[in-house]
Nanobody, 122 residues
Framework: QVQLVESGGGLVQAGGTRRLDCVASGSIYSINAMGWYRQAPGKQRELVATISRGGSTNYADSVKGRFTITRDNARNAVYLWMDRLKPEDTAVYYC????????????????WGQGTQVTVSS
Protein backbone atom coordinates (compact mmCIF):
# COMPACT_ATOMS: atom_id res chain seq x y z
CA GLN A 1 0.00 0.00 0.00
CA VAL A 2 2.77 2.41 1.01
CA GLN A 3 6.47 1.83 0.56
CA LEU A 4 9.37 3.72 2.06
CA VAL A 5 12.70 3.21 0.38
CA GLU A 6 15.96 4.40 1.92
CA SER A 7 19.24 4.98 0.14
CA GLY A 8 22.62 6.49 0.87
CA GLY A 9 24.08 4.11 3.38
CA GLY A 10 27.61 2.80 3.15
CA LEU A 11 31.05 2.92 4.68
CA VAL A 12 32.42 6.28 5.79
CA GLN A 13 35.43 7.33 7.82
CA ALA A 14 35.07 8.92 11.22
CA GLY A 15 34.65 12.66 10.87
CA GLY A 16 33.07 12.27 7.48
CA THR A 17 29.69 13.23 6.06
CA ARG A 18 26.85 11.18 4.63
CA ARG A 19 23.32 11.88 3.44
CA LEU A 20 20.48 9.40 3.70
CA ASP A 21 17.41 9.69 1.51
CA CYS A 22 13.97 8.16 1.96
CA VAL A 23 11.17 8.40 -0.56
CA ALA A 24 7.63 7.22 0.10
CA SER A 25 5.31 5.98 -2.61
CA GLY A 26 1.96 4.27 -2.96
CA SER A 27 -1.53 5.15 -1.81
CA ILE A 28 -0.55 8.35 -0.03
CA TYR A 29 -2.91 11.19 0.68
CA SER A 30 -0.48 13.03 2.93
CA ILE A 31 2.36 12.31 5.31
CA ASN A 32 2.41 13.76 8.80
CA ALA A 33 5.56 13.19 10.84
CA MET A 34 8.57 11.53 9.23
CA GLY A 35 11.67 10.39 10.95
CA TRP A 36 14.86 8.40 11.10
CA TYR A 37 15.61 5.68 13.61
CA ARG A 38 18.64 3.43 13.97
CA GLN A 39 19.52 0.08 15.41
CA ALA A 40 23.05 -0.97 16.27
CA PRO A 41 23.96 -4.64 16.75
CA GLY A 42 22.68 -5.92 20.06
CA LYS A 43 20.79 -2.73 20.82
CA GLN A 44 17.23 -1.53 20.63
CA ARG A 45 16.02 0.64 17.81
CA GLU A 46 16.31 4.29 18.81
CA LEU A 47 15.06 7.60 17.54
CA VAL A 48 17.55 9.71 15.63
CA ALA A 49 15.42 12.61 14.41
CA THR A 50 11.87 13.46 13.46
CA ILE A 51 10.30 16.24 11.45
CA SER A 52 6.68 17.35 11.27
CA ARG A 53 4.92 18.20 8.07
CA GLY A 54 5.40 21.85 8.95
CA GLY A 55 9.12 21.41 9.53
CA SER A 56 9.43 21.21 13.31
CA THR A 57 12.33 18.96 14.22
CA ASN A 58 13.39 16.82 17.14
CA TYR A 59 16.79 15.18 17.63
CA ALA A 60 18.35 12.61 19.89
CA ASP A 61 20.91 14.22 22.18
CA SER A 62 23.63 12.05 20.69
CA VAL A 63 23.24 13.60 17.23
CA LYS A 64 22.31 17.20 18.03
CA GLY A 65 24.57 19.61 16.23
CA ARG A 66 25.87 16.91 13.87
CA PHE A 67 22.78 15.61 12.05
CA THR A 68 20.09 17.57 10.23
CA ILE A 69 16.73 16.25 9.11
CA THR A 70 14.85 17.87 6.25
CA ARG A 71 11.92 16.90 4.08
CA ASP A 72 10.34 17.65 0.74
CA ASN A 73 6.57 17.32 1.02
CA ALA A 74 6.07 17.53 -2.73
CA ARG A 75 8.30 14.49 -3.22
CA ASN A 76 7.15 12.61 -0.09
CA ALA A 77 10.80 12.50 0.88
CA VAL A 78 12.85 12.90 4.03
CA TYR A 79 16.58 13.31 4.28
CA LEU A 80 19.16 12.91 7.01
CA TRP A 81 22.33 14.91 6.67
CA MET A 82 24.99 13.36 8.90
CA ASP A 83 28.15 15.29 9.69
CA ARG A 84 31.15 14.58 11.91
CA LEU A 85 30.27 10.93 11.99
CA LYS A 86 31.54 8.76 14.82
CA PRO A 87 32.05 4.99 15.02
CA GLU A 88 29.16 4.85 17.50
CA ASP A 89 26.86 6.10 14.73
CA THR A 90 27.30 2.72 13.04
CA ALA A 91 23.85 1.16 12.70
CA VAL A 92 21.07 0.25 10.34
CA TYR A 93 19.09 3.42 9.73
CA TYR A 94 15.35 3.17 9.19
CA CYS A 95 12.97 5.69 7.70
CA UNK A 96 9.57 6.11 9.32
CA UNK A 97 6.46 7.86 8.13
CA UNK A 98 3.02 8.46 9.60
CA UNK A 99 0.79 8.38 6.56
CA UNK A 100 -2.79 9.27 5.77
CA UNK A 101 -3.70 6.81 3.04
CA UNK A 102 -6.16 7.42 0.25
CA UNK A 103 -8.45 4.62 1.45
CA UNK A 104 -8.86 6.08 4.93
CA UNK A 105 -8.70 9.84 5.37
CA UNK A 106 -9.59 9.53 9.05
CA UNK A 107 -6.66 7.40 10.04
CA UNK A 108 -2.89 7.65 10.27
CA UNK A 109 -0.77 4.59 9.62
CA UNK A 110 2.87 4.04 10.45
CA UNK A 111 5.20 2.65 7.82
CA TRP A 112 8.88 1.70 7.91
CA GLY A 113 11.53 1.36 5.30
CA GLN A 114 13.73 -1.70 4.98
CA GLY A 115 16.77 0.02 6.47
CA THR A 116 20.13 1.09 5.15
CA GLN A 117 23.45 0.24 6.78
CA VAL A 118 25.81 3.02 7.81
CA THR A 119 29.23 1.94 8.98
CA VAL A 120 31.68 4.48 10.38
CA SER A 121 35.29 3.34 10.52
CA SER A 122 37.72 4.75 13.05
Amino acid sequence: QVQLVESGGGLVQAGGTRRLDCVASGSIYSINAMGWYRQAPGKQRELVATISRGGSTNYADSVKGRFTITRDNARNAVYLWMDRLKPEDTAVYYCNGRVVVTSDFQGEYEFWGQGTQVTVSS
